[in-house]
């Protein structure tokens, strides 16, 4: 039995990894630490808290007294490190805020670990694992073979290079203090829970709502899409099977243009208001609900500054070594993902009621992006 810390549990994987793990091994005990900004939120965990199955405190990571009184009390020997600030476009507004919590952030939950479990923490069966991105390695080229373990970082935004800078720190201190640490650098992921400022969700809810969808330059840009429940399953091979010391990459194989992407969804947007004559009524901002296209609302916009054109991830080693295979299909994963949106609407309407209409109206304002 194993007694897990999850940081940054009420986010989009985080939460997720709640749902799966508790189903999976439902002897374990889990604590979600997460400090709740607004990409946090509650609701994503609520059945499992009032299930008790995970028990929730607030926090911050960065914040070292509360978090060695944690592990003091809770005296977990699983860390799962989730917690970050995690979405490009805000780290081009404001860098300070992801050295905060993705650098200083983990080097205080390193070295509250490292005193919390002492030099015997290998034998004991401890472990931090932290999950880390493709975006580490910067941009690929078109005819580029997918990223490796052994790919020099060379990361292009703030939010990756302060991801780059955190995967050094657990790096150092499983080399310096021999703190028995994994890490995972994954491709994008999508799936339930995911807030509306990520590519899919927004699009999903965009479509809903007939507002236009962004796209930001040519379109062309690549990313290789992973299913949040593959992910989930791959910490926990790496968890089960992994011996400390290692870094795995974890890809979904689907690699695909951003507006081939956004494409997908209209399409199935509009498939399911054929279907279900009640869409229309519950969304009539909505294209599909007088009949047209979601594809109608696709627009181009002024590119992200230093945008990253391509990620594929060379999954080899893990499948080779631990068995992981990601087993969604982009074309049902997708499918599987609007029809969550379509009948958790309670969640996101939740989600877009704190500063997300003021941040999109920010964001997306004709002047910011024309
Ligand atoms: P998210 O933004 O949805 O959630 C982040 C969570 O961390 C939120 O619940 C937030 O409240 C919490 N948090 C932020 N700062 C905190 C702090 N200082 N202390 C405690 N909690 C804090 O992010 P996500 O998409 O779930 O990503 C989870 C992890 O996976 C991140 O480390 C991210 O870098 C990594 N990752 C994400 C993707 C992706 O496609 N979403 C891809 C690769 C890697
Ligand atoms: P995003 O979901 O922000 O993830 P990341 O930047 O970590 O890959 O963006 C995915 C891709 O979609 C990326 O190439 C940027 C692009 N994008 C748009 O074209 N329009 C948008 O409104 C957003 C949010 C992203």
């Known amino acids: 039995m194993r007694r897990l810390l999850v940081t940054g549990g009420a986010g989009f994987i985080g939460a997720n ?28 965990l609520a059945a499992l808290i009032d299930a008790g199955r995970i028990h929730f405190v607030r926090g911050d990571i960065g914040d070292a007294e509360r978090v060695g009184a944690l592990l003091a009390a809770e005296r977990p020997d699983t860390v799962v490190n989730f917690a970050a600030e995690s979405h490009v476009d805000r780290s081009i507004e404001d860098p300070a805020a992801f050295l905060r919590t993705n650098v200083t952030g983990t080097q205080v939950l390193l070295e509250a670990a490292r005193r919390a479990w002492g ?63 994994t890490i995972s650098n994954c491709s994008n992921n999508y799936g339930p829970y995911q807030f509306p400022e990520k590519l899919l969700p927004l699009c999903i809810l965009n479509l809903l709502e007939g507002r236009t969808l962004p ?30 010391g290692e870094t795995w990459n974890v890809g979904g194989g689907t690699q695909e243009p951003n507006i081939i992407v956004v494409g997908r969804l209209c399409d199935l947007i509009d498939a399911a208001f054929a279907a279900d004559a009640a869409l229309a009524r519950r969304f009539p901002h909505s294209p599909a609900a007088r009949g047209g296209s979601g594809r109608s609302l696709m627009q181009h916009v002024r590119d992200r500054p230093g945008h990253d054109r391509r990620y594929a991830v060379d999954s080899g080693r893990i499948r080779a070594r631990l068995g992981f295979q990601a087993g969604t299909a982009l074309a049902a994963g997708l499918e599987a993902t609007v029809h969550w949106y379509l009948s958790h609407e309670d969640w996101w309407q939740s989600v877009v009621s704190g500063e997300y209409r003021q941040w999109y109206a920010r964001q997306y304002a004709p002047q910011a992006r024309p």
């Open 17 to 44: 990894f709640c749902h799966y793990w508790s189903a999976a091994h439902p002897a374990d005990r889990v604590v979600v630490l997460d400090s709740l900004t607004y990409a946090g939120n509650l609701a994503s």
């Open 119 to 181: 030099p015997e923490a290998a034998q004991r069966g401890c472990r931090f694992h932290h999950v880390s991105t493709d975006e580490v390695y910067g941009s690929l080229a078109p005819d580029a073979a997918g990223f490796t373990e052994s790919t020099p970082y060379a990361p292009s935004s703030p939010y990756a290079a302060s991801k780059a800078a955190a995967d050094h720190l657990v790096r150092a201190y499983a080399h310096t203090y021999r703190l028995p640490c």
């Open 215 to 244: 796209i930001y330059g040519d379109g062309l840009q690549i990313r290789d899409w992973l299913h949040v429940s593959d992910h989930c399953r791959a910490i926990d091979l790496i968890l089960e099977k992994s011996p400390p």
